[in-house]
């Protein structure tokens, strides 16, 4: 399984950018796909889970600022952030599991700064 990601950059706080993550493979229906962040210095951390029917569990720090579509049956999905804030600057990983194994994308550069 490949997961390639795209759509990071350079945005000022307030701005919006969307990231994308693909998944490619041996695919199985049952999944979960999601978005997790880790800014330099600290722990990965959770951004958002989708559920291979639909369902997403976004963090808090995100709640409101951030929504989630998938297409080709979940198995590409995008993250819209709205509202940047410099604190979301960090390395945004795309995340795949199924079955007993977790597939990580090579991450993308999102810098939140004017």
């Known amino acids: 399984v490949q997961l390639v990601e795209s759509g990071g950059g350079l945005v000022q706080p307030g701005g919006s950018l969307r990231l994308s993550c693909s998944a490619s493979?041996?695919?199985?229906?049952?999944?979960?796909m999601g978005w997790y962040r880790q800014a330099t210095g600290k722990q990965r951390e959770l951004v958002v889970i989708?559920?291979?029917?639909?369902?997403?569990n976004f963090a808090d720090s995100v709640k409101g600022r951030f929504t989630v579509s998938g297409e080709n049956a979940g198995n590409t999905i995008h993250l819209y952030m709205d509202s940047l804030k410099p604190e979301y600057t960090a390395v945004y990983y795309c995340?795949?599991?199924?079955?007993?194994?977790?597939?990580w994308g090579q991450g993308t550069q999102v810098t939140v700064s004017s």
């Open positions: 493979g041996n695919l199985l229906l049952a999944h979960t």
């Open positions: 989708v559920e291979s029917w639909g369902q997403t």
């Open positions: 995340n795949r599991v199924q079955g007993s194994q977790t597939y």
